[in-house]
């Protein structure tokens, strides 16, 4: 397992193989099982993860996330820019991974030319904290091809983008609680 930290973006890291592909398989298989609305607790199935999560101290006891959210992005579906609220969300956004890698760009809320962009490769954990977390917006574009500088000899990457599923953990502040945040 590799962390790195990405393109000297403060707050922001890549946890690679955070999960195993047999751990990714039997998530795909149980999300694909079952209706993907709901209230309530988080689902028994990303238990494990939470686990993982407090395990390796990526988040505090206190941080523990009550929200997990999931998207599923067939080839050629993105999502726009945007921050998480930061009133409504705690200071740690987890986004877990799987099936296809895509890149993820932050752009300055205050500065559209300051630009970093990090792979997601499947099974990998985002971390987005600090700056990344409250100072940028990220996305995700619709590109079905997509490059990026990070093969040996510094020659340009391709990846093309097949289904992904992404699971992103989030808290949302007790004050953040009577908030609509369903849309
Ligand atoms: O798919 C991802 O990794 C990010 C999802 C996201 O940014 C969101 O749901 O707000």
């Given amino acids: 397992m590799g962390l790195f930290k990405t393109a000297a973006l403060e707050g922001l890291y890549v946890i690679e193989d955070f999960i195993t592909e047999t751990e990714e398989q039997e998530l795909i298989q149980a999300i694909d099982s079952r209706s993907w609305c709901g209230n309530g607790p988080l689902p028994t199935f990303t238990d494990f993860i939470v686990k993982r999560f407090k395990q390796q101290k990526i988040i505090d006891f206190e941080d523990e996330p009550n929200m997990c959210i999931i998207n599923e992005y067939e080839a050629g579906q993105g999502i726009m820019p945007h921050t998480d609220a930061a009133t409504i969300f705690g200071p740690i956004i987890l986004s877990l991974s799987l099936l296809s890698s895509c890149l993820m760009k932050f752009t300055h809320s ?74």
Avoid: A, C
């Fill in 110 to 183: 205050n500065n559209s030319e300051t630009q970093f962009l990090t792979v997601l490769p499947p099974r990998s954990l985002l971390i987005m904290t600090k700056s990344s977390r409250y100072d940028y917006k990220h996305s995700i574009s619709k590109d079905i091809t997509e490059w990026f500088d990070g093969g040996e000899n510094g020659e340009k990457q391709e990846i093309i983008r097949s289904r992904r599923v992404s699971l992103t953990f989030r808290t949302v502040r007790s004050s953040g609680m009577d908030v609509d945040i369903s849309s």
